[in-house]
């Protein structure tokens, strides 16, 4: 006679919450190749809302660097993730996958060329480092590669394109179009992600009505390899600025001399973690964005009394509570706007 055990990647310790759910897609232009016409870089969009919004503004979740979607749905020891604790606070949240990850396809012949997939190790520096299991206790699994959680979260990792400019681009040139479709929003970003949303504000500022960017790429004007400076500072696709830019360096040179549409009077939380290696590029990002006229503030969660957490923060054993402080600026931004 066999017992019945709830499987243990199933989490029963939420409130349970009855949602609406759906997708949609938000094309790319048509390419005309040796086989033939195709779609490219689509973007796959999943809705989740509960039965009643009580929010003025859904929230628009990009995922980060070679992730997905998926990284806001769930965490790597099986919970449900910060969407569903957004819809629990009456919002309405569109995840995306990033043109050329996850369910938003790529094909060299119609993207082109991509960059080496992102090996384990690189995972390993960026969100479970051995070194630093003193301090990121809210990585309480195994760190090495065998490790559930760690192969959990891995498996979701794709590539970027090799073209990174031309990625970005992509991202906000998609991002505003599901702007264009939804209406206004709050964009939230997470790691690489965070230059789609910057571009995505730049393209169309009447629509997005605040960016929480949590551990964002940086700082300003930052090298990294293979890719060089961050063209824009934020971005290496370009910026729009106000009064226009004869050249990219014209910006790091003077940034206050200019202003960028869609950042500009943007309130803006950049949300770092207090055991991530990222942590230390906010305070120049936010310094940053301020010059360029935005409403930027850092919001550190070891202020908010929630420590132990690295650059993988949204989805770490505390998840649950590392989104409250966002909620709670989310709710300060409807009061003042």
Not at 30 to 57: D, N
Not at 197 to 221: C, F, H, Q, S, T
């Amino acid at each position: 006679m066999s017992t019945h055990r709830t499987p243990p990647h199933l989490d029963d310790g939420v409130e349970p919450i009855t949602i609406r759910t759906g997708f949609l897609w938000i094309p790319g232009e048509q390419v005309a190749t040796e086989q033939g016409t195709f779609p490219s870089g689509p973007l796959y969009v999943e809705w989740m809302a509960p039965v009643e919004v009580t929010r003025p503004y859904p929230l628009l979740l990009v995922h980060g660097g070679g992730g997905q979607g998926t990284d806001w749905l769930g965490t790597p020891d099986g919970r449900q993730g910060w969407a569903y604790d957004l819809v629990r606070a009456g919002y309405a949240v569109y995840v995306v996958d990033r043109p050329g990850h996850g369910r938003s396809p790529h094909h060299p012949d119609v993207l082109g060329p991509v960059a080496p997939p992102l090996p384990l190790e690189f995972a390993s520096f960026l969100f479970a480092p051995p070194e630093a299991a003193g301090t990121q206790t809210q990585w309480p699994w195994d760190r090495t590669f065998e490790g559930e959680e760690f192969q959990q979260l891995t498996s979701a990792m794709g590539f970027f394109m090799a073209d990174f400019a031309e990625g970005q681009r992509l991202d906000g040139e998609r991002l505003a179009a599901l702007l264009d479709r939804i209406g206004p929003a709050v964009l939230v970003t997470h790691s690489a992600g965070s230059p789609g949303g910057w571009l995505a504000a730049n393209r169309r500022p009447d629509l997005v009505k605040g960016i929480v960017a949590v551990e964002p790429m940086g700082p300003p004007y930052a090298e990294f390899p293979g890719l060089g400076e961050i063209t824009y500072g934020l971005t290496y696709a370009e910026l729009a600025t106000e009064p226009p830019t004869e050249a990219p360096d014209r910006l790091k040179a003077d940034p206050s001399a200019h202003r960028v549409p869609g950042l500009s009077d943007t309130p803006i939380a950049v949300v770092t973690g207090s055991a991530s290696g990222s942590a230390a590029q906010s305070p120049p990002l936010v310094e940053f964005l301020n010059s360029v006229g935005a409403n930027a503030q850092l919001l550190a969660l070891e202020d908010a009394g929630i420590v132990g957490n690295g650059h993988g923060l949204i989805l770490e054993a505390n998840s649950a509570e590392t989104v409250k402080p966002v909620i709670g600026w989310l709710d300060s931004l409807e009061v003042s706007r």
